[in-house]
Nanobody, 120 residues
Framework: QVQLVESGGGLVQPGGSLKLSCAASEPIFSLSTMAWYRQAPGKQRDFVAEIRSDDTPTYTDSVKGRFTISRDNAKNILYLQMSSLKPEDTAVYFC??????????????WGQGTQVTVSS
């Protein structure tokens, strides 16, 4: 199955920026819908953004205009550019891969997460 490895998290001040990356181990990446989720301490895992195989993005309302999701199919890497960060963006960020329905030999996969802390 696909392995996903996130990187790029860290500590940033309010108003700052970070760029997260998620590297996939298999080329099914380019045919898959990729997404970012986040989970704050004591809370459920919430949807942040997704990008379809045709590069159509979708965002949750709280990050619209501040976050940008993108993908590099040649490198099998998903990105999340985060700007104007707020303390409430603090969470562990996970990437998720959903393969196309016709790819019956592949299943959805999650990365291990990367911590983002927004604090002064």
């Amino acid at each position: 199955q696909v392995q996903l490895v996130e990187s790029g998290g860290g500590l940033v001040q309010p108003g700052g920026s970070l760029k997260l990356s998620c590297a996939a181990s298999e080329p099914i990446f380019s045919l898959s819908t990729m997404a970012w989720y986040r989970q704050a301490p004591g809370k459920q895992r919430d949807f942040v953004a997704e990008i379809r195989s045709d590069d159509t993005p979708t965002y949750t309302d709280s990050v619209k205009g501040r976050f940008t999701i993108s993908r590099d199919n040649a490198k099998n890497i998903l990105y999340l550019q985060m700007s104007s960060l707020k303390p409430e963006d603090t969470a562990v960020y996970f990437c998720k891969l959903d393969p196309p329905k016709y790819a019956i030999n592949w299943s959805s996969a999650w990365g291990q997460g990367t911590q983002v802390t927004v604090s002064s």
